[in-house]
């Protein structure tokens, strides 16, 4: 089946340092990708969606600036997550839509200290 | 208001037993709808979709009321295995794009 590979798994940074986190589809071509966080407790909320070749489609509330999206190919999207405070700590996860289902990357836990 | 609501539980039920979740959506527009499953601190997987007929999946069954804008969740003879959190997600159409959103689940535990 679809497989989307997601690095790193976890990450700890120092607070005002910048981390980005890969999304790569192994055997398709992903044109849109998405990308959630999920807070302890809470559900997933999308964060942006991805386009090969376009800007993100970013949600509200979501600041484009902090959150930079590239999805320069249509195998992989990067999530840069810019100038990372405390409060940004969460389970960041990709997902590609592929065919009827979507595939979701394996997530990437971020504590920021 | 959410717009996806599920009962975050926790189930707490013992092996064998019949357990059911439900969930509401306020979007009157959403086209798909699905269960999917998430164990602690991993991604979600999908379990099953849910259709409008009711749908079965060995011990799982899932029921979709598009008038009542409902779904649940049927799980028959509860396995530990089935200790989760069930998420319930519905796919909509917004500024062009379709995308999910998810409930914030409803967490089982089975014990012996």
């Known amino acids: 089946g679809a497989v989307v590979s997601q690095h790193p798994s976890w990450v700890i940074c120092k607070s005002g340092t910048s981390v980005k986190i890969e999304c790569r589809s192994l055997?398709?071509?992903?044109?849109?990708m998405f990308w959630y966080r999920q807070f302890p407790k809470q559900s997933l909320m999308l964060m942006a969606t991805s386009n090969e070749g376009s800007k993100a489609t970013y949600e509200q509330g979501v600041e484009k600036d902090k959150f930079l999206i590239n999805h320069a190919s249509l195998t992989l999207s990067t999530l840069t997550v810019t100038s990372a405070h405390p409060e940004d700590s969460s389970f960041y996860i990709c997902?590609?839509?592929?065919?009827?289902?979507?595939?979701f990357g394996s997530g990437t836990r971020l504590t920021v200290v | 208001r959410k717009e996806v609501e599920q009962d975050p539980g926790p189930f707490n039920v013992p092996e064998g037993a019949t357990v059911a979740f439900n969930c509401t959506y306020s979007?009157?527009?959403?086209?798909?709808f699905f269960w999917y499953r998430q164990d602690c601190r991993k991604e979600p997987k999908l379990l099953m979709s849910v259709y409008s007929s009711g749908n079965e999946d060995g011990r799982f069954t899932a029921q979709l009321n598009r008038a009542s804008q409902y779904i649940s969740l049927l799980i028959r003879d509860s396995k530990l295995s089935d200790s989760a959190t069930y998420l319930c997600v519905v796919q909509t159409m917004n500024t062009g794009f379709q995308k999910l959103v998810f409930g914030t689940g409803t967490r089982l535990l089975v014990s012996p």
């Open positions: 979007n009157s527009a959403s086209q798909s």
């Open positions: 997902s590609a839509h592929q065919g009827n289902g979507y595939t």
């Open positions: 055997d398709f071509q992903a044109t849109t």
